[in-house]
């Protein structure tokens, strides 16, 4: 596995902190927890989408794209670092948005990321409504850009196709470099799941490291059999395009959609729990979306006592805070209940 044989740009500050949750390892009374610090990649408020996109626009480039499209819900973060990233490559991005949700109100519509996706200099082409076809919206927008003699770029919603995955590769190789530093034995790996592409790397690169490490990623949306099967399909692409051989055995991708609640982006009392002991015991941000969701599933587990006392549970926090000011009035709710 030689990932410099792929065309990649730099948009992160890497490696990103690997740190220990002293405070609240001791109140859960469970596991010793640390947390990978990938909500600090920098870009634009960072998060996970930065090392994709370090391999996808490394790869628009090497094509000459001329104009970036990307997908995602109302409140991506996905979207908002690309819109970063293409801009410092001097690069439009065009952005088709899907309306997933509907009952959070105006902040949720006009503050957080989506603010954030026009400060940078995005530009909506369409707020689509929940279960448009919004990869074929691309495909449509980009056939009529190459008609008047562009080239655009398509990202997939997350970045989530074999070559963003190789970021989640580079962030597996990371992970291990650093345990190896620090003599830190990892026994699980837990974090958030969506698109699938940050899972699906991992996995990837877990497996061709051949580090036993077990991952667990917990669902914010899909069920688990549908999760991971999505997982096991992009892990297997990305392993045939790193030119890894043999069948990645489906065993070796987990995940649990027992936090999703009602559905994405839709708020729980799990998620608003985590959300407060991160920030009250260790002064650190989670998502109303997703991390929020990845940290309540593994306070849950940790309750069900699924790890034992002296075990090390390594956290990878995939960013997110710029989508709380999305959710105002549900926090707020949630402080003064
Ligand atoms: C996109 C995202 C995820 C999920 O990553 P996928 O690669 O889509 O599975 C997790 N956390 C945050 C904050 C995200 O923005």
């Given amino acids: 596995m030689h990932l410099a044989r792929f065309p990649r740009l730099s948009f992160g500050h890497f490696p990103t902190p690997l740190e220990p949750l002293t405070q609240l390892s001791q109140l859960l009374g469970g596991p010793n927890i640390w947390i990978k610090r990938d909500d600090c990649t920098g870009l634009a408020t960072g998060g996970n989408k930065t090392r994709k996109l370090e391999f996808l626009l490394g790869d628009a480039q090497e094509k000459q794209a001329d104009v970036i499209i990307t997908q995602g819900a109302t409140q991506s973060n996905h979207v908002r670092q690309t819109v970063a990233a293409a801009a410092k490559l001097g690069l439009k991005t065009h952005i088709f948005l899907e309306q997933r949700v509907t009952t959070l109100g105006d902040d949720y519509q006009h503050s957080g990321n989506i603010l954030l996706d026009g400060l940078l200099g995005g530009e909506i082409i369409a707020h689509l409504p929940a279960g448009t076809d919004m990869q074929q919206a691309m495909e449509h927008h980009a056939e009529t850009l190459r008609a008047q003699g562009f080239k655009p770029y398509v990202i997939p919603g997350g970045g989530s196709n074999p070559v963003g995955a190789l970021g989640y590769v580079a962030c597996a190789q990371e992970l291990l470099w650093q345990s190896s530093q620090q003599r830190l034995r990892i026994d699980h790996i837990v974090h958030a799941t969506g698109s699938a ?87 650190i941000l989670l998502d109303p979306v997703y991390s929020g969701k990845g940290f309540a599933g593994l306070i849950g587990l940790i309750r069900e006592g699924a790890f034992r006392k002296g075990e090390n549970v390594v956290f990878i926090h995939t960013g997110g805070s710029a989508g709380l000011f999305g959710y105002r009035q549900v926090i707020t709710d949630s402080l003064a209940s």
Avoid at 225 to 248: F, H, P, S
Avoid at 260 to 265: F, H, P, R
């Fill in 197 to 283: 592409g940050t899972q699906a790397g991992l996995v990837a690169g877990l497996h061709a490291s051949n580090s036993g490490i077990p991952l667990l990623g917990i669902s914010v949306r899909a069920p688990r059999e549908k999760q991971e099967q999505n997982v096991w399909r992009l892990a297997q692409q990305t392993l045939e395009l790193l030119g890894v051989e043999g069948e990645l055995p489906r065993e070796s991708v987990k995940a649990n959609s027992d936090y999703v609640g009602e559905g994405y982006g839709l708020p729980t009392t799990s998620m608003l729990e985590a959300l407060q002991l991160l920030a009250q015991h260790e002064g």
